[in-house]
């Protein structure tokens, strides 16, 4: 049996004002183009297909297309809700997405109550045990939250969501291939930094040891760089479809290739798709500028310039874009500079706004305050107080 397991789409993203879905929308076409190349099975599509709850319609044309024409493929498909969807929208339309062969679940479910989806293919029974994201208030009774510490409700948790992964087990069957589809994190996860920080982190770690070694392949969403996790069962991410952020900048994005039968472990391939607008982390120093400029002027995707400065400079976004319009992000890096201690104030007489500014811009800029920004702070500041007296 030959699977397709993909994650982590988020149609309808948008980075710095520019819609990444045209780039996703393309990424899925090489998917249903190497499905058919491949004689795929079923496609698994492990949480957050949208960026947020409610995506534009765009983004959903761009999904309910893709289906539709895995529909005419006749290949089935089997989704999960991950953090960024809504698990009450995946519910809602469950039965509409069925017309179309994808079996879609958006809250977690017992293995007797639609936590356990069975497919019939060409190639034999596939049994799929689907744990969407569980939110942590979900999962805790409303009692709970009044009388168990922060401690006792993390353990909670994870209780619990052990208790769901090895009661979905239990529909696994000897006949089938058996495979578990999660969008969670798992501890030793390496992350993008792209993912939403409170939902990869401390109560969202999960221990490897909870996921079911009866499983002959693990399908995990949630984290973005494409990546095997140690485990008794194989245990893979797939990664986002494109490169999300800056953080995966240079990346290779793409699907894992699944071959599997029953009662043996899988065999997985990472596939690349060609990223349509690659991000791109450029480096320079203020007198490389023009030349480094010059040498990104053509790149197809979108671009971050850090450039290195001693002071700041005025104009240099016009600059940077008057070369590179592509350039998304502009950001200045100044030397690092021994920062004042803070003063402790005794009363509020003491205060000085002035001396306060310069501190604060040292802080935050790295170098002391030139003298025309603190002529015009010490001008609006003077204004305020003629106003308040």
Same mark, same amino acid.
């Given at each position: 049996?030959?699977?397709?397991?993909?994650?982590?789409?988020?149609?309808?993203?948008?980075?710095?004002?520019? *819609?990444?879905?045209? &780039?996703?929308?393309?990424?899925?076409?090489?998917?249903?183009?190497?499905?058919?190349?491949?004689?795929?099975?079923?496609?698994?599509?492990?949480?957050?297909?949208?960026?947020?709850?409610?995506?534009?319609? &765009?983004?959903?044309?761009?999904?309910?297309?893709?289906?539709?024409?895995?529909? &005419?493929?006749? /290949?089935?498909?089997?989704?999960?809700?991950?953090?960024?969807?809504?698990?009450?929208?995946?519910?809602?339309?469950?039965?509409?997405?069925?017309?179309?062969?994808?079996?879609?679940?958006?809250?977690?479910?017992?293995?007797?109550?639609?936590?356990?989806?069975?497919?019939?293919?060409?190639?034999?029974?596939?049994?799929?045990?689907?744990?969407?994201?569980?939110?942590?208030?979900?999962? +805790?009774?409303?009692?709970?939250?009044?009388?168990?510490?922060?401690?006792?409700?993390?353990?909670?948790?994870?209780?619990?969501?052990?208790?769901?992964?090895?009661?979905?087990?239990?529909?696994?069957?000897?006949?089938?291939?058996? /495979?578990?589809?999660?969008?969670?994190? /798992?501890?030793?996860?390496?992350?993008?930094?792209?993912?939403?920080?409170?939902?990869?982190?401390?109560?969202?770690? +999960?221990?490897?040891?909870?996921?079911?070694?009866?499983?002959?392949?693990?399908?995990?969403?949630?984290?973005?760089?494409?990546?095997?996790?140690?485990?008794?069962?194989?245990?893979?991410?797939?990664?986002?479809?494109?490169?999300?952020?800056?953080?995966?900048?240079?990346?290779?994005?793409?699907?894992?290739?699944?071959?599997?039968?029953?009662?043996?472990?899988?065999?997985?391939?990472?596939?690349?798709?060609?990223?349509?607008?690659?991000?791109?982390?450029?480096?320079?120093?203020?007198?490389?500028?023009?030349?480094?400029?010059?040498?990104?002027?053509?790149?197809?995707?979108?671009?971050?310039?850090?450039?290195?400065?001693?002071?700041?400079?005025?104009?240099?976004?016009?600059?940077?874009?008057?070369?590179?319009?592509?350039?998304?992000?502009?950001?200045? %890096?100044?030397? %690092?500079?021994?920062?004042?201690?803070?003063?402790?104030?005794?009363?509020?007489?003491?205060? *000085?706004?002035?001396?306060?500014?310069?501190?604060?811009?040292?802080?935050?800029?790295?170098?002391?305050?030139?003298?025309?920004?603190?002529?015009?702070?010490?001008? +609006?500041?003077?204004?305020?107080?003629?106003? /308040?007296?």
């Amino acid at each position: 049996m030959r699977l397709i397991h993909t994650s982590d789409w988020h149609l309808g993203r948008k980075l710095k004002g520019e *819609d990444r879905t045209p &780039e996703i929308a393309a990424a899925l076409d090489e998917i249903l183009k190497q499905a058919q190349n491949l004689n795929i099975d079923a496609v698994l599509v492990a949480g957050d297909i949208y960026d947020v709850p409610n995506p534009p319609a &765009e983004a959903e044309q761009v999904a309910y297309n893709f289906f539709c024409k895995l529909k &005419e493929a006749k /290949i089935p498909a089997i989704i999960i809700a991950g953090n960024h969807d809504s698990a009450s929208r995946f519910d809602g339309i469950a039965q509409i997405l069925l017309y179309l062969g994808v079996k879609a679940l958006g809250r977690p479910q017992k293995a007797n109550k639609g936590g356990v989806i069975n497919l019939d293919t060409p190639s034999g029974k596939l049994c799929v045990a689907a744990m969407p994201f569980a939110s942590e208030r979900r999962l +805790l009774k409303y009692e709970d939250l009044w009388t168990k510490d922060d401690l006792q409700q993390r353990n909670h948790y994870k209780v619990s969501v052990q208790k769901f992964l090895a009661g979905l087990a239990t529909g696994f069957k000897d006949d089938s291939v058996n /495979i578990l589809m999660a969008h969670m994190t /798992i501890e030793g996860a390496k992350r993008a930094y792209s993912e939403v920080d409170y939902y990869t982190r401390d109560n969202y770690i +999960l221990s490897g040891q909870m996921l079911p070694t009866t499983a002959q392949y693990i399908a995990l969403g949630h984290i973005h760089k494409p990546q095997q996790v140690p485990n008794a069962a194989p245990t893979y991410y797939s990664g986002s479809l494109i490169q999300v952020d800056f953080g995966e900048a240079g990346e290779d994005k793409g699907f894992n290739l699944v071959e599997v039968e029953p009662g043996r472990p899988a065999k997985v391939e990472f596939k690349s798709i060609p990223c349509q607008k690659p991000l791109k982390v450029i480096r320079c120093k203020e007198a490389d500028l023009e030349e480094t400029l010059e040498e990104n002027r053509e790149h197809p995707g979108f671009l971050k310039v850090v450039v290195e400065l001693n002071t700041p400079k005025i104009g240099l976004a016009e600059m940077v874009r008057k070369v590179c319009k592509q350039a998304l992000i502009i950001e200045p %890096k100044y030397p %690092k500079v021994e920062q004042e201690k803070r003063v402790e104030f005794q009363d509020g007489s003491q205060f *000085d706004a002035v001396e306060e500014f310069q501190r604060y811009y040292l802080q935050r800029q790295g170098i002391t305050t030139p003298a025309a920004v603190l002529a015009v702070f010490e001008q +609006l500041h003077q204004e305020m107080s003629d106003a /308040i007296a």
